[in-house]
């Protein structure tokens, strides 16, 4: 069965960097749409950044020039650097694998369990 199994969460001082990574197993990696999502509670879970099998790269308007995503084919790893934290981007962070086939459907693919992403300002 499909695992994503994320790391690298923690709490940080605002203006700080942590590095998530997602892990994926039971996929072809290759074949799937990686991305990041986040929520916090009483609000629906929003993208912060998604990467197509070739490299291509979107992200939130919220984030930009501060998170980079990037994936590793060899290790079907994608990882989240998160730079010039800020206390709004506290949340529970999820990974994300879709098929290309249905790539603008995440809830029609794979999540991890999640992990605390904690910014004190």
């Known amino acids: 069965q499909v695992q994503l199994v994320e790391s690298g969460g923690g709490l940080v001082q605002a203006g700080g960097s942590l590095r998530l990574s997602c892990a994926a197993s039971g996929i072809i990696f290759s074949d799937h749409l990686m991305g990041w999502y986040r929520q916090t509670p009483g609000n629906q879970r929003e993208l912060v950044a998604h990467i197509t099998p070739g490299g291509s790269t979107n992200y939130a308007d919220s984030v930009k020039d501060r998170f980079t995503i990037s994936r590793d084919n060899s290790k079907s790893t994608i990882y989240l650097q998160m730079n010039s934290l800020k206390a709004e981007d506290t949340a529970v962070y999820y990974c994300?694998?879709?098929?290309?086939?249905?790539?603008?459907?995440?809830?029609?693919?794979?999540w991890g369990q999640g992990t605390q992403v904690t910014v004190s300002s």
């Open positions: 994300n694998a879709v098929h290309m086939r249905v790539w603008h459907r995440p809830d029609l693919g794979s």
